[in-house]
């Protein structure tokens, strides 16, 4: 739940270096330019030629990690669970086109890469900002690329649209929490946990206390006081 930014890009093996290089550029660029600014932190993972992972502030990362679709299919047949082949595929129900004739051509072999980043705890709008725009240069070499923003931002170019978004699936959240018994959301995004049952006040702890080493007022009791009366359970029933 939340503001998520998804994307599924599809480009030829051959150029997937190159699109990864540029975004890892731009990257390297906001976290210098604009991110030490704002005291936002970025980190950049550049794992192999074909992956990529960016984590801006409190955003999820954000991954780019394109692979053949025999892998996809490999990793889909192995795993209980598959998001880059359920994503792309529909679930099975569109094939996957590989690239034309890539035994006798290689070079035409397609790479797809599917995911989403979300954004919604984000402390700065901003960072929406920075996930889109490092989408669109990876999304500028693709043959085949599908960006869904809920913020609206990727394709309208306006920051108050998920600025809005955020907003009101913030207010959705807040909603849903106010059901979940013990549990506060507070800004950001973060869970606050709020003790249910309430701690005692020290004086009352020491009242008690006290009251527990007296002895019972009532003459002949030996048993320990334990009521404000100065008397035991017993006798203090007795004094009414």
Request: with cysteine.
């Amino acid at each position: 739940m939340g503001v998520t930014i998804s994307h599924k890009l599809g480009l030829k093996k051959i150029h997937v270096p190159n699109a990864l290089n540029n975004a890892e550029n731009a990257a390297k660029a906001i976290k210098e330019n604009q991110a030490k600014l704002l005291d936002i932190p970025i980190e950049i993972r550049r794992q192999s030629d074909c992956s990529l992972f960016i984590d801006i502030g409190e955003c999820e990362t954000l991954s780019f990690k394109f692979k053949s679709v025999k892998e996809i299919k490999n990793e889909e047949r192995e795993s209980e669970y598959s998001y880059t082949w359920a994503t792309l595929s529909n679930d099975g129900k569109t094939e996957l086109d590989e690239g034309y004739k890539i035994d006798t051509f290689p070079q035409n072999e397609i790479y797809y890469c599917s995911s989403f980043c979300k954004t919604q705890f984000a402390n700065n709008v901003v960072q929406h900002k920075w996930v889109a725009d490092i989408i669109k240069v990876v999304a500028s070499h693709c043959l085949i690329a599908e960006v869904y923003d809920e913020g609206d931002y990727y394709h309208a170019g306006n920051l108050e649209d998920a600025s809005a978004a955020i907003a009101e699936n913030g207010k959705l959240i807040d909603s849903i929490s106010g059901l979940l018994c013990g549990y506060q959301l507070i800004k950001g995004g973060q869970t606050k946990i709020k003790p249910l049952k309430k701690r005692k006040k020290s004086y009352e702890i020491f009242k008690e206390k006290s009251l527990s080493h007296n002895k019972c007022k009532m003459p002949g009791c030996n048993r320990t006081a334990t009521q404000e009366s100065g008397y035991c359970h017993s006798c203090d029933k007795s004094e009414d």
